[in-house]
């Protein structure tokens, strides 16, 4: 039997619903940030290393959201930073967000698979995003595609205490899919990319990954 991709649409209509109460999640005080939500501030900061590590990086930030981590790369020096996503609400907020930067930012709105993005790009940002993803490799493919230098991505892993929580929390409550990865299976895509230097950190219980050329 063919398999099938599953409809991301519930995922579209997720972050539709939720944008505004997903981009309050960065407002939490520095203390329950740093307690309990430390990988929103971590990725952020590994986006932030990578973008100075190049010279004015052209960035493409796959997934935006509400151009949370947009504004830090743009402060940390990005030469232009382009944003997909496929919620109308979130980019909404992250135009407001980024106004000041308006001469400097593209928001396309659309499936990244699907959207047309002119590259390359030096460094491109997969933050929050293949959690959602059923047909990572064909994303990760279409990155490596786009890009020059590096990719700064973060992955769920599987985690005995939280992860039934929060696959009952998203598939029951939200009726989203979500994935988990494993070091192996990120290793391997990553390689399958030509990526060389390959950094896998899992400072929680999910993954952060830095890969350059
Ligand atoms: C958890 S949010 C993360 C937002 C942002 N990267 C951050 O870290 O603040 C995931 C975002 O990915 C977007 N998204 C998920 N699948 C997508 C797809 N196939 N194409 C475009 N955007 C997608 C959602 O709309 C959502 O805004």
Request: hydrophobic share 40%.
């Amino acid at each position: 039997m063919p398999s099938q991709t599953p409809s991301n649409a519930p995922v579209k209509e997720h972050f539709r619903r939720k944008a505004f109460s997903f981009d309050a999640l960065y407002n939490e005080q520095r203390f329950v940030q740093r307690r309990i939500r430390p990988g929103l501030i971590r990725r952020r900061q590994l986006a932030v290393d990578a973008v100075k590590s190049y010279d004015a990086p052209r960035v493409l930030d796959v997934g935006c959201g509400s151009g949370r981590v947009g504004e830090f790369v743009l402060e940390a020096g990005a030469r232009e930073w382009v944003g997909v996503d496929f919620s109308d609400t979130m980019l909404q907020l992250a135009g407001e967000r980024l106004e000041r930067y308006k001469d400097r930012i593209k928001l396309i709105e659309g499936d990244f698979l699907q959207a047309d993005i002119a590259g390359p790009f030096e460094v491109v940002l997969a933050l929050g995003f293949f959690d959602y993803i059923p047909n990572s490799e064909a994303f990760l493919a279409r990155m490596s595609e786009l890009c020059t230098g590096s990719i700064v991505a973060s992955f769920p892993g599987w985690n005995t205490l939280k992860g039934p929580v929060r696959k009952l929390r998203y598939e029951l409550l939200h009726h989203v899919k979500i994935y988990d990865y494993t070091a192996a299976q990120l290793q391997k895509m990553f390689s399958d990319c030509g990526f060389s230097q390959i950094q896998i950190d899992r400072p929680g219980s999910g993954f952060l990954v830095h890969a350059r050329r």
